[in-house]
C-alpha cells in the first residue's frame, strides 16, 4: 500500500486535521470520568450543591467541544477519502482506457468492473475509517491505562495485563483473515463475470432453453463467494466475544481490586467510578479498533488488487510526437506474422499485399481464418510478432497515440450503439458535424429511413441501441463511421444483418465516396466481394489468394469452394461447360 502515499500528496492537511480532530474529541472523553469523580469525591460526598452544578456545567462544555471535534475530524475524513477515491478510481480507469487488446483479453472485463467499484469503494471506507479512528481508538486505551495509574497504581494494572493480551488477540485474527480477504474478492471476480456473460448472453440462453445450466451455475459460484464470505465472518466475529470476554474478565478483577482499595481507606468511591468508567472506554474503543481492523484489512487486499492492476504495462508505447507522411490512403502489410498471448500457433502468418489509395477491398475467408485479426492490425489494436504495417507508408508502431485512428473509420463485427440521442453517436467520430453531414452519412448508410422513421436525430437510443433491430443497428454503426470521413473505411461484417437488397444498396453508395477513401469490406458473402477491385481470400490465417472476383474464380481454390457454397447451381453449370 506504499503507492497509496501518492494520492494522499495534497491532501497533508486534511489528513493531519482529522486525526488531530479527533484526539482532541478523544481528549474531551478523557477528561469526563475524572470530572465524574470529583463530582462524586466533593460534590456529593459534601452535599455541595454549587460544584455539584460547576462539574455538571463542565461535562457538559466537555460533550460540546467533543462534537465539535468530531464533526470537524469527520469532514476532514470524508473529504480526503472522497477524493482519494476519485483520483484512483480515474487512474484507473485511464490506465484501463490505455491498455492493448491483448492485456484485456488476458485480464477479462469482470475483475477490471469489480477493481473500478468495489475494490475502490473498500479502500475508501478504510482511508476514512483509519484517519477517524486508527489513532483515537490506542489513545484512548492508552490514555485511560495512564490515567488510571494517576488515580491508583494497584488497580491500574489491571489495564496494563489487560491491553497486550487484547492487542495479541486482535492482530491474530487479523493476521489469519488478510489472505482470505483476498479470496473473496476473488470469488467476488467469478460472479462478476458470471453475472456480466449472462447478461450479454441472454437471448442466446433463452434461444437454447439453457437458463436452468446458467442458474445452475451461477448458484454454485454464488454458494463459493458465500462460504468464504460465511468462514471470514466466523473468524472476524470471534473478535466481538473475544474482546468482550476479556475486557469483562478485566473489569471484574479492576472492581474487585477497587472495592478493596475502598474498604482499606486507599482509594475514594469516586475513583473507583472513574476507572470503571475508563474500562468501559476502553471495551467501546478495542470493539471499534476490532471493527476497524477488519475494515483496513479488507481496504489493503482491495488496495493491492488495484494496484496489481496499476503496475500491469499497458501494452502498447507511442511516440511522443505525430508523424507527417506525404502518401494518403495506402496500406501494406510486408511479411507479417501475429499470435495471440498465449495461443500455440499464429494466428496470422506471413501475409504480404499493398493496398492502393482509392481501391475497394474485399476480405473472404472460412470462419477462424483471421479475417477480423488482419483489419485489427491496422489501426494497431494488436501488435504484429514480425513483419510491419505499415499506412501511408509509415510503420503503425510510429504513429502518436491517437494520430493513427483519426485517419481510420472502423465499423466492428458487433454493432455497439452508446446511450443517448442518434445525433450525439452520429458524433463520435467528430463532433462538429453538422446535421446536414450527419444526414448526408445517413443516406449512404442507408440508415435515412430509420431515422426519418424514429422522429429525427433527437430519438433516444438505449443501451447498445437495445431498441433497434440488428440491420437497423449495423447502418448507423456504418454511418458514425462515415460522418467521420476517414481517409481508410474498414467494414468488418458489419453488413451481415441487412438482406442483399439493401446490402447492394450499401456498396453502390460507397462506390461515390471511393475515389476519396480506401474501402475495406470484411463479408463471408461472394456477392459483396463482386465488383471489387480487390479480394484478398485467407484460409487458416495464410492469403489463399488475391484479385478480383473474376480472376480468384479461376485460380484460387478456397475462393471457388466458398462460391460454390453460396451458388451451388451456378457453380455446377460452370463446371459443366468447363467439362
Known sequence: ????????????????????????????????????AALINQGIANHDTQYIF?????????????????????????????????????????????????????????????????????????????????????????????????????????FAVAIPILAAA??????????????????????????????NGVRVIRAFGKEREEVKDFDQKNEDLTKINEFVG??????NPLTYALINIAAAVLIYVGALQVNYGEMLQGDTVALYSYMAQMIIELIKLASLIITINKSIACGNRVFQILAIDPGMSYPAANVSSSEHGTIAFEHVS??????????????????????????????????????????????????EVKVDGINVKDYGAHQLTDLIGIVPQKAVLFQGTIRDNMKWGREDASDAEIEQALITAQAKEIVDGKGGLDYVLQQHGANLS???????????????R????????????????????????????????????????????????????????CLAGSGTHEQLLKNCSVYQEIYASQYPEKSTSSQEVLA
Open 170 to 199: 486482535v492482530f491474530g485474527i487479523m493476521l489469519v483473515s488478510i489472505p482470505l480477504f483476498r479470496k473473496v474478492q476473488a470469488k467476488l471476480d467469478a460472479v462478476m463475470h458470471m453475472t456480466r456473460e449472462n447478461l
Open 470 to 484: 440488428g440491420g437497423q443497428k449495423q447502418r448507423l454503426t456504418i454511418a458514425r463511421a462515415l460522418v467521420k
Open 486 to 541: 476517414p481517409e481508410i473505411l474498414i467494414l468488418d461484417d458489419s453488413a451481415s444483418a441487412l438482406d442483399f437488397a439493401t446490402d447492394a444498396a450499401l456498396r453502390r453508395a460507397l462506390r461515390d465516396i471511393a475515389k476519396d477513401t480506401v474501402i475495406i469490406i470484411v463479408s463471408q458473402r461472394i456477392s459483396s466481394m463482386m465488383g471489387l477491385d480487390k479480394v484478398l481470400v485467407l484460409n487458416d490465417g
Open 234 to 239: 466466523k473468524i472476524s466475529a470471534l473478535l
Open 1 to 36: 500500500m506504499k503507492e497509496l502515499k501518492k494520492y494522499l500528496k495534497g491532501h497533508e492537511k486534511e489528513t493531519v486535521l482529522a486525526p488531530l480532530f479527533k484526539l482532541l474529541e478523544a481528549c474531551m472523553d478523557l477528561l469526563v470520568p475524572l470530572a465524574v
Open 338 to 387: 501475429m499470435r495471440y498471448k498465449d495461443a500455440s500457433e499464429d494466428a496470422l502468418s506471413d501475409l504480404n499485399f499493398a493496398i492502393h489509395a482509392g481501391q475497394t477491398v474485399g476480405i473472404i475467408g472460412g470462419t477462424g481464418s483471421g479475417k477480423s485479426t488482419l483489419i485489427n492490425l491496422i489501426p494497431r489494436f494488436y501488435d504484429v510478432n514480425q513483419g
Open 54 to 158: 460547576y462539574c455538571f456545567l463542565f461535562i457538559l462544555l466537555l460533550a460540546v467541544l467533543g462534537l465539535f471535534f468530531s464533526v470537524i475530524a469527520q469532514y476532514y475524513a470524508a473529504k480526503v477519502s472522497a477524493e482519494v477515491g476519485t483520483d484512483l478510481r480515474q487512474d484507473l480507469f485511464d490506465h484501463i482506457e490505455a491498455m492493448s487488446f491483448s492485456t484485456l483479453d488476458t485480464l477479462g472485463s469482470s475483475t477490471l468492473i469489480t477493481r473500478l467499484t468495489s475494490d475502490i469503494n473498500q479502500i475508501q471506507t478504510g482511508i476514512n475509517m483509519g484517519l477517524r479512528l486508527l489513532l483515537r481508538s490506542p489513545f484512548i486505551v492508552f490514555g485511560s491505562m495512564i490515567l488510571a495509574f494517576t488515580i491508583n497504581v494497584k488497580a491500574a494494572l489491571v
